[in-house]
């Protein structure tokens, strides 16, 4: 089993920043592509930002130049720095992780408990 546990949400003005971590644990052999999503009210998850171990992070295009995605594969986290921040911003962040189980093949598909995040004056 595999927990993702999120930190970082908060209220914050527009223009302002906000940084946002998601730790996984439990047992898995290994962790590939690990990120975050956003969901709005009334609107679909969506991508914001993801990363496989060792290669550079894809972005939504409403969030590259302000939003910066860094993995720390020693500690199974990923960080979200999120700057400019803008009232379209606000939504529930959902932390992501496809992992490989201990035991058995495959990979299987892991979300956070979600965070909110809103951007207001």
């Known amino acids: 089993q595999v927990q993702l546990v999120e930190s970082g949400g908060g209220l914050v003005q527009p223009g302002g920043s906000l940084r946002l971590s998601c730790a996984a644990s439990?047992?898995?052999?290994?962790?590939?592509?690990m990120g975050w999503y956003r969901q709005a009210p009334g609107k679909q998850r969506e991508l914001v930002a993801t990363v496989s171990s060792g290669a550079s992070p894809n972005y939504a295009d409403s969030v590259k130049g302000r939003f910066t995605l860094s993995r720390d594969n020693a500690k199974n986290t990923v960080y979200l720095e999120m700057n400019s921040l803008k009232p379209e911003d606000t939504a529930v962040y959902y932390c992501?992780?496809?992992?490989?189980?201990?035991?058995?093949?495959?990979?299987?598909?892991?979300w956070g408990q979600g965070t909110q995040v809103t951007v207001s004056s």
């Open positions: 439990g047992s898995f052999k290994r962790i590939g592509a």
């Open positions: 992501n992780a496809i992992v490989a189980p201990l035991y058995g093949s495959g990979w299987f598909n892991y």
